[in-house]
């Protein structure tokens, strides 16, 4: 018998078996939003994460150690199409909210207007999830980064965008303290950041919920129609010689219903091993891929110094792309910068110097998401020609941006333009080639697999918010947005995954 | 250190070699860490890095036109092979490079005498711990 109010880790020998009204399976954004939610409400609830709970006292400080103790498999997942794109996520309690920028941005309306094309406007209405995400913002002290969060770094693009008449803004982050470390990626050793690990998980247990964490759940079971549980087998985070990886089996029956928080990556393969049946399942996968541009500078810039993420424009919102700030370790940038060899090390010395700044694309493109043959999540992506100008289009920006702000020169990292470029070469990147092969993108926002929507061909959970076929089954996180946003996603993937656990406890109340 | 580990070693240090003032991967260092990444490191992560070595290794001829084993070049060639590859047509050589420098750079970025070189502090070791209740 499990007291309430437990937090369970790895764990041998006998199975375990445990019993909740709900079971939610993933802590990150949607997940920990969603189990709040729900233990706030009364109902017992039992959140199942496969990665193990680190505090900022374990974090580490290398990125060898962040992809080791904090990303999800070593951060070796990548987007396969004609490009080999990674895609960065975290496997811990608290999910990719421990690693990520915590800036807050709100569902922009025009978003919200397509998603009520798709048959979702009753549930999330423009004033439904304002309402949430300004409760959201008090609650986890949402502050406007300014004086020693910015820094030379972010102040640097601020200036430059004002100095075109561009808008351009301090971020808002969820990171009230922020000492500007500039060390998200690896965890906020300082606390500051309010990741759910922080926030709602350890609440869910002072509510006298259960957190399993070194727990991936393997199968949702699902009888006669109706999900009623999970299972799996505990997993060693850091086995030393000698000691076993797998631990023993668990299951977790649930009494009401099972909310998948399990990412845009894990949440519809998890259904696909539990033998949902759909066409649309994994389908629909999206994201929002970006690249940098470095620029180059007569002093010191430090990127190192401040927030991780301090200034952003939306200026070419409509064009398909934003430009953010984004300061990266020593270790990553060394595989940012183009090159190899003597004259890569001595563009490397340079790294004090620097500013990078970074332009996320809106893509059109859509992939699928699958179970490969071990369970893992196999993605098949590649953004579209049109993304990939979208992206030439937005590094141009950059570029021009950084020589107004004074750089001597900027390092594009595209194949097919010269390593280096000077204010007077900026053509070169109009003309830069459009494969997607050509670019360095990495992949952090991700959407769908398990979207939702009106159209059964088309979607995997319908507007009555249960995924269709199974009762008592929900999708709460990133994989069951219908389209991508345009913006950062926390905010509105923590809005959604309240509205939907707000949503089913008032319908049991109905029932 | 066995055979293939110091080709290993040595890759990373003519991936990222000394610049002017600051030091390049330190082969201690390096060694450390893929004895660190062999014991650690999932199977795909080191299955891709020893075949982004061997790759670096016998790829000389479509670089700089040698028909030998990347490290059998000169000290001039081998740069010029590093670099070639970094800019490579063939974008399974360029990715190749790309693993070679992460791992080139997660070693060359903890390297107490290159951050301090650069003005940063080094890293305090990695915690490594996590809730067991
Ligand atoms: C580097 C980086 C920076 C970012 N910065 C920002 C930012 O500043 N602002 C912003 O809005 N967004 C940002 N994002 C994106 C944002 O963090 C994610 O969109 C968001 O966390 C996704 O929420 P989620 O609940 O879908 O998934 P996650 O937060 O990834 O949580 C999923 C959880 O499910 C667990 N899980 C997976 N499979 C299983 C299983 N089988 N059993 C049990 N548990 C499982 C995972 O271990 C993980 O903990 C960033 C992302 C990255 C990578
Ligand atoms: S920049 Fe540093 S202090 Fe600020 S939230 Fe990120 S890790 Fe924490």
Known sequence: MIAPGTHLAFQTGAPVELEADYVVVGSGAGGAAAAATLVRAGRSVCVVERGPWRDPQHYPLSVYGAMRDLWSDWGTLFARGRSMIPILQASCVGGTTVINSAIVVRTPPAVLAEWAELGLGEVFSEAAVGAEQEALERELGVTRMHGRQLMEHSEALLRALRSRGLEGHALDRSARDCIGSGQCLQGCREGAKTSTNLCWVPEVITRGGTVLSCAPVGRVTIERGRAVGVSGRFVHPAPRRGERRRGARFSVRARRGVLLAASATGSAPLLERSGVRSAALGRGWRGQPGAAMIGVYPHEVRMERGTTQGAASLAYRSEGFKLESLSLPLELLAARVGGAGHRYARALEEAPRMAMWVAAVRAQAQGVVRAGRFGQPVVRYAPSRADTERLRAGLGRLARLHFDAGAEKVLPGIHGVAPELGPDELGALESAPLDNRCYTWVLSHLFGGCVMGKDPRRSVVAPDLHVRGVRGLHVVDAACLPTTLGVNPQHTIMAVARIIAARVVNEENVA | ?133
């Open chain 2, 1 to 133: 250190m066995g055979w293939w580990r110091r080709i290993c070693v040595r890759v990373m240090c003519a991936v990222l070699p000394a610049g002017k003032e600051t030091p390049g991967v330190d082969p201690q260092c390096c060694d450390e860490l893929c004895e660190r990444i062999r014991r650690e490191a999932p199977l795909l992560l080191r299955m891709t890095m020893h075949a982004s070595v061997a790759l670096f290794v016998v790829c000389p001829l479509v670089t700089v036109g040698r028909p030998c084993p990347a490290l059998w070049l000169s000290a001039e060639n081998l740069d010029r092979h590093a670099a070639g590859m970094a800019r490579h047509p063939s974008y399974l050589l360029r990715q190749a490079m790309m693993m070679l420098k992460t791992v080139a750079g997660m070693s060359w970025g903890t390297d107490p005498g290159v951050r301090r070189s650069l003005g940063m502090e080094p890293y305090a070791a990695d915690p490594r711990g996590w809730r067991r209740s």
